[in-house]
């Protein structure tokens, strides 16, 4: 009797144990997310316009077209333990509310529970990148207006340190009426304009510039090019 007994306990343990796994939240799954994107041209950074156009000294003027915002691939970065980088898509039409975009709510796999992620983004690169240097490689056009400085789509990517946002211990809570909040990114765009006006004077000549006493240049065309080490 005493060895029946034993049996019918261990048994019942076994079930109980199978019945809690089953009731637990799942670690890793899909799960929906929303980020908001500050914007270039954010209040105080902008620089002053003179009344012939031209911008004083400082950040440039963002137009619209430069700060649009079409497609927002999000990277999840963890910032311990061995869970893997996630990446995504936003869905477009997100929200615009001043100098800041707030994407709809779109659906992550493979989120982790309990996981504290870095979030950067790279905004109108096209594709769902799965680090900020992939999102460069289409940046091979001697043209940027039609790469990374296309009208309406310029290419942006995360500025600064990085915002960290820590998910949840249940999942499935997140859902697209209530989405995981992954805060708020800054963005700068990866192509800066530049504007000149030609200078026209009967004792120099047009696009010729006085350096110093003696010397002078004469400005022929302008190029696009990179001094960062």
């Given amino acids: 009797m005493r060895i029946k007994y034993f049996l019918f306990g261990a048994a019942a343990l076994l079930l109980g144990a199978c019945s809690n796994e089953e009731n637990e939240a799942p670690k890793t ?3 929906y997310m929303q980020v908001c994107l500050q914007l270039p041209s954010i209040a105080g950074q902008r620089s002053a316009t003179a009344d012939d156009g031209t ?6 003027v963002g137009k619209d077209y430069e700060n649009a915002v079409q497609i927002v691939s999000v990277i999840l970065t963890p910032t ?3 869970n893997p980088q996630v990446t995504a898509k ?9 100098d800041t975009y707030t994407t709809n709510p779109f659906k992550v796999s493979g989120l982790a529970a309990s996981q504290e992620y870095e979030i950067s983004v790279v905004v109108n690169d096209g594709t769902v990148v799965t680090d900020v240097e992939n ?8 043209d940027l207006s039609t790469t990374i400085a296309k009208k309406n789509s310029f290419m942006m990517t995360s500025a600064g340190p990085a915002p ?3 998910t949840g211990t249940d999942l499935t809570a997140y859902t697209q009426a209530s989405p995981f909040d992954a805060g708020t990114v800054k963005v700068e765009r990866v192509a800066a304009r530049f504007d000149f006006k030609a200078q026209n004077t009967d004792a120099l000549g047009d696009n010729v510039y006085k350096i110093g006493t003696d010397a002078k240049v004469t400005l022929t065309e302008v190029t696009l090019m990179n001094v960062s080490p």
């Fill in 90 to 98: 936003a869905n477009t039409g997100g929200t615009v509310s001043g």
């Fill in 29 to 31: 799954g899909d799960a």
């Fill in 80 to 82: 311990s333990g061995s």
């Fill in 135 to 142: 999102a460069y490689k289409a940046v091979t056009s001697a």
């Fill in 164 to 166: 960290k946002a820590t």
């Fill in 55 to 60: 911008t004083e000294q400082g950040e440039e």
